[in-house]
């Protein structure tokens, strides 16, 4: 601009240090605006048309005939092209341009490892990456690039892994790697793949249902597999027994001096991230409060008070029961008479007492 003032032709030059800068997301530039001439004003304006004021992002200082904008934390709407005019006294401006190019760099977001899926699911691994322009993905498992769709795997339009019916076979590291080609940009990130195997409750034939006499003892044995490993936890009537012996996948519950009460269902529990199963064994308790005991006790007594009649009845020489028959042991003659007729008490506790008269 040419100002004709006496005999002096006044110039206004406006110039920008740079002309085009490249910024990533989050970093911060400043620029250097200078003016040859006689400016009464030297203002900053942004990619809409607006002039531009301070503010928590934006920073201006001027000083003489020179201005300095500084931008904080760019942001991508902050792209575009930014102008510094100068006016002078007679309204005439000039001005100069920078243009501002915002990218993004490779960014992972919340790329989480291990990921862990169920047995059989399909395993959808995730990796959230972003980047202007758009990244180029690629997967690697085993460091061999999985570079097209398969009956095992699936790229998504997302940049996501999708793995059918994943099993334990299909466990370890997978690569997400993410380049911009305009740049020669790349990153990546190993995500470890976890999975996980519910449960199964094995128990040994002998635990299914146990028997046992009152004031005996029994064991039941509860064996879980699964991935992880699954937690093993005994219950009667809703209840946890805390009381239990573990070794490795196998746990053991004893039930020690059996009451009446001891019987009924007592249940293995196992479970794990995957899920949780559970079997039921039984207990049936034979013994001194149980109906079969008495009526046991009851025939034992009929058949002694008979062995005692017949002892006193019958000449010694059919039944041998020693010098005193009536004061002898009724265990004796019991004995004989079951040898001779086949007398039997009905509960093995029962053959261990010995009653004397």
Known sequence: IFVLVGTFLLLLLVSISLKKVELSVGESKFFTCTVIGEPVSLDWYNPQGERMVPSQRVALHNEGFRSRLTLYNAKIEDAGIYRCQASDAQGHTQEATVVLEIYQKLTFRD?????????????EVVCDVSSSPVPVVSWFYNNVEIIEDTEKFQLLQNNNLQVQRVTKADEGVYRCEARVEARGEIDFRDIILVVN?????SV?????????????????????YGSPEPDITWHRYDKLITIAAKSGSCTTLTVRNIQHDD????TCKASNKAGEVEHELFLKVFG?????YWVSLIVYYVTAYFALVLCL?????????GDNCSCGSLSVIYMQLKAKYGISAHNKNLRKRVFTF
């Open 288 to 292: 001194e409060d149980t109906f079969f």
């Open 313 to 321: 009845l019958i000449p010694l020489s059919f039944v041998s029961c």
């Open 204 to 224: 040994p034939q002998q635990s299914f249902n146990a028997t046992a006499d009152y004031g005996e003892s029994v064991t039941f044995t509860c064996r879980a």
């Open 263 to 266: 019987g009924g269902s007592y």
């Open 197 to 201: 195997v519910p449960p199964v409750v």
């Open 111 to 123: 790329v989480r490892s291990p990921q862990e899926f169920r047995q059989g699911d399909v395993a």
